[in-house]
């Protein structure tokens, strides 16, 4: 585990510079919110289309189930693992996170008065996109560190919760628990059902997810697994114990991380692992080289009229936002991985779009 | 957290002088191998006598999992912690993972000729208990890092069990696993009958308890939550990918530590904690300040003829492993906690024990 304070770092990177040249116009689509998909009943899957990837997880889920199969996985074993941001929700044109720092930011600065002239603070509460286009990396762990630290291990929680219920992603003009994938939810279901324990492993915030994994994902807390700050114990004024959130970073869950974090975590290897870009590359290496069955999969992102197009893999427009680099293609090819295309594998992306 | 290089110093520290003087009479009484406690049936707790502590646990289930208890706590939130050594098993005269250690090193000594002449190392290959009371925190962090590291995360496993199986308690000759407490055993299973999901928090090492965890209590590797090393991440030469066991601690799982990872690995704070030292006090802080209904149990070690007896709260002897200082006990009574008497409290310690 790499200890070094580039979690959000990380995050908030380059994001900088797609939100400064970011348009948001919405683009809702036909809204006919939370619709259950149409043709259930005896397919766990619906918002699939045939193919290779529905393929793939009906069969590996059986042939991991099934009490005779040369390829079953005792029910104490079955663990999936899912990259959050780009494989089970948006997250172009930023990430969900990157938004709630800022808009925190705003929200924080009156009782920051010193921010209107202080540098990085001053770009965010100002709007200035330019001076925002400059971050330095040390600017960005300022407002990470500023925005998600300071304040108690419980009283994170409701924070993110607020946001998540007022905030809109800027091109659909939906609230971001509606901007979860239906295919990965009914995935998620679908192993769930068949005994799978579903994981969440992100490179995001630990407890920025957790506040609202339950609702999205229907996963209780202790099975996400994300980036983690560091917290210390103290007393309170009533001499109670509290945990308060420190702006150190104690778990940087992206690439190796999140194969060693899955380890202290879980203490097993997953049998199904997915992911969209380079951070879960080692997630699914690490899966794949466990004994017995495995599943591992890859969402690319190759929807610009539904969701977005980015890659830079099979030409798809370059970004820094969520990249699937060729190689990792290449990899997946070469080791048996499945390549997931939105635009061909799935129906359907959000519960609200026909 | 602090991430100071000392869980196995703590562990493994003055435990060197307990075992420079250590007598190893074996006094096994009377075994009768796990024989499930007689009166069973309707009690749940029946290694339990009637008493102020059995009725403690008994009303605090009932209260917080009866519907119309205005003290109902929800499936979701019914966590139980229970520090190990001491706590839910033996760990006088000293904790069973120094034992391990000491072992590896005689069993590792002949693919390390240069250990024969190598402080610390000779000391233990020779068996000098002289030296070995002389040992500094220096010495036993190089021991506990050349056990414990520079194999696969999946091989150390084995290696504990291997050792679980054959190592004999220097007391009662039992191997470990018949160690544990019955009347905590008993408290567990309670517990899981009625919806709470039982996690160890214990300063020992997350991945020497986790290896024999399942069978020894019933609890699977990802509620084990322990003093941590760091992992790496590589490839192996067939281009695998494999978790290195680095020798740098990650998690010290100790005094605030339980607290502090409680949060991290669960997210939510139990409703139920059991320890036995000081390094257990913040965990039952941290308990008892959350909202609802909460039981707080310390276990004291007053019964010197059918286990051990030290303290030195209430007058008990001294002892550097396994302290319960008085002001731990102090603190207990103030604030309502429950003081466990194995000498009052419990009919029955051990499962072959009558």
Not at 32 to 52: C, K, R, V
Not at 67 to 93: H, L, Y
Request: net charge neutral; with cysteine.
């Amino acid at each position: 585990m790499k200890t070094s304070s580039k979690l959000l770092s990380t995050l908030f990177l380059s994001l900088i510079f797609v939100l400064a040249g970011c348009s948001s116009s919405p683009n809702p689509g036909t809204s006919t919110a939370n619709q259950p998909a149409a043709t259930a009943a005896a397919d766990p899957l619906p918002s699939w289309n045939d193919g290779s990837a529905k393929q793939a997880i009906v069969d590996f889920v059986k042939a991991t189930t099934a009490k005779n199969s040369p390829k079953f996985v005792a029910a104490e074993d079955r663990i999936a693992t899912f990259d959050q941001d780009g494989t089970t929700w948006v997250e172009q044109p930023i990430y969900s996170q990157v938004l709630f720092a800022f808009d925190r930011v705003a929200e924080m600065a009156p009782q920051h008065p010193e921010w209107k002239t202080k540098m990085p603070f001053k770009a965010i509460v100002t709007g200035d996109r330019e001076a925002m286009a400059k971050f330095t990396l040390k600017d960005i762990e300022v407002i990470a560190m500023a925005t998600h630290t300071g304040m108690t291990a419980e009283a994170f929680g409701p924070l993110v919760q607020d946001w998540m219920a007022k905030a809109k992603h800027p091109k659909f003009d939906k609230p971001y628990p509606q901007m979860v994938y239906q295919p990965m939810l009914e995935v998620m279901k679908y192993l769930r059902d068949n005994g799978y324990k579903t994981y969440i492993v992100t490179g995001g915030g630990q407890d920025f997810v957790r506040a609202y994994a339950q609702q999205v994902y229907g996963i209780p807390p202790e099975q996400i697994i994300g980036s983690a700050l560091d917290t210390q114990y103290e007393y309170n004024k009533d001499g109670q114990g509290i945990l308060m959130r420190d702006p150190k970073l104690l778990l940087n869950n992206n690439g190796a991380g999140k194969a060693e974090d899955i380890y202290l975590f879980i203490g097993k290897r997953p049998h199904a692992a997915f992911g969209n870009t380079d951070g879960a590359r080692q997630m699914l290496e690490y899966t794949q080289a466990g004994s017995g069955a495995s599943l591992e999969m890859l969402v690319l992102h190759d929807d610009a009229t539904r969701e977005f197009a980015y890659g830079p893999a099979q030409g798809l427009p370059d970004t820094k936002v969520g990249t699937f680099p060729q190689s990792l293609y290449d990899e997946a090819k070469a080791k048996g991985w499945t390549v997931i295309s939105m635009k061909n594998d799935w129906k359907q992306i959000f519960a609200w779009q026909k």
